[in-house]
Nanobody
Framework: QVQLVESGGGLVQAGDSLRLSCATS????????MGWFRQAPGKEREFVAA????????TYADSVKGRFTISRDNGKNTVYLHMNSLKPEDTAVYYC??????????????????WGKGTLVTVSS
């Protein structure tokens, strides 16, 4: 069974940076496309960023483009989300997810196979 565990969330001020990590186990991490998503209170879960299995291609939501960077270390079975210039509207529970096959476009549509349980990011103004 594939398990994904997010970490790195917390309370920060607007303009600060934060790095989220998602460690995976129980599967073949190097073959998964990986994604980050978020869900704010009262809102639906939304796509944030995705990276191909090789790390060679990334995709971002317009709302985070230029501020967030997704990366992965296949040797550590971990995917990261580097978040800069955080805004109060970035406040949400952040989830990572894995997809077997397909493309990062599928990931952007929340068509994934495994989810983590999330980590809370709160950005104060």
């Amino acid at each position: 069974q594939v398990q994904l565990v997010e970490s790195g969330g917390g309370l920060v001020q607007a303009g600060d940076s934060l790095r989220l990590s998602c460690a995976t186990s129980g599967g073949t991490f190097g073959s998964y496309h990986m994604g980050w998503f978020r869900q704010a209170p009262g809102k639906e879960r939304e796509f944030v960023a995705a990276v191909t299995w090789s790390g060679g291609s990334t995709t971002y939501a317009d709302s985070v483009k230029g501020r967030f960077t997704i990366s992965r270390d296949n040797g550590k079975n971990t995917v990261y989300l580097h978040m800069n210039s955080l805004k109060p509207e970035d406040t949400a529970v952040y989830y990572c997810a894995a997809r077997i096959g397909g493309s990062t476009y599928d990931v952007s549509l929340l068509r994934v196979d495994y989810w983590g349980k999330g980590t809370l990011v709160t950005v104060s103004s």
